[in-house]
């Protein structure tokens, strides 16, 4: 964990390679300030029809840790939005959702 998904609208959809350069550059602001582990990052891009709101959604799945305080996490989302400003040219609507470990079943 962090599982990250990143919906978009048809209009602001990225190419594969300005997508895999914001895929990068997501994971990185979740090594640097999440401390996730690189082979425990998941991130999903998806083309919705968004009926109301923001043209891009970005929800994020974490594992509680004691590291991951509320300041970290709005360092966090502070990044990601300037990230998606930077990239995509919007302001996005995102959400964070941290559970405990004990709360989480998984495989692989």
Known sequence: ???ITVSTSAKY???SAAFAEFSTALANLAKEILQ???NNIHITYLTADIGY???VYVEAKLRQEIFRS???MN???HQVDLLIKERIG?????????YQANNIFAKN
């Open 36 to 38: 996730a582990k690189d």
């Open 1 to 3: 964990m962090p599982s």
């Open 90 to 98: 919007v302001v996005a609507r995102i959400r964070c959702f941290i």
């Open 75 to 77: 360092e966090f989302l």
């Open 53 to 55: 709101g923001t043209p």
């Open 13 to 15: 959809r990225l190419d």
């Open 70 to 72: 509320e300041p970290v």
